[in-house]
């Protein structure tokens, strides 16, 4: 069985950092598409970084480019979203996904991965 768990989420100030932990069991992440999404209150998911199996390439939404970073501990199986410069735009429940078919293909649809995280809130203050 699948499970993807996040940590790391919380309360922080404009400028401020946070990083992201999303521990897997039941799959490698070094052979698995990995990704992080996220969610505010009435808005729908929407994408923000992906990294690919095996090369462990990278993709960032505009958004968050230059400023958020993906990464992954294939000892830990465990996949980090480093957050720096956070603004209040940031806030929003933060999912991490997890695909086998094509993982070494960079993907940015929600669609395309099939395993969640019941996610982390992020939480920017002005």
């Known amino acids: 069985q699948v499970q993807l768990v996040e940590s790391g989420g919380g309360l922080v100030q404009t400028g401020g950092s946070l990083r992201l932990s999303c521990v897997a069991s039941?799959?490698?992440?070094?052979?698995?598409?990995m990704a992080w999404f996220r969610q505010a209150p009435g808005k729908e998911r929407e994408f923000v970084a992906a990294?690919?199996?095996?090369?462990?390439?990278?993709y960032y939404a505009t958004s968050v480019k230059g400023r958020f970073t993906i990464s992954r501990d294939n000892a830990k199986n465990t996949v980090y979203l480093q957050m720096n410069n956070l603004k209040p735009e940031d806030t929003a429940v933060y999912y991490c996904?997890?695909?086998?078919?094509?993982?070494?293909?960079?993907?940015?649809?929600?669609?395309?991965?099939?395993?969640w995280g019941r996610g982390t809130q992020v939480t920017v203050s002005s």
């Open positions: 996904a997890s695909r086998t078919a094509m993982s070494s293909i960079l993907s940015i649809l929600s669609s395309g991965y099939d395993y």
């Open positions: 039941g799959r490698t992440v070094s052979s698995s598409g």
């Open positions: 990294l690919s199996g095996s090369v462990g390439n990278t």
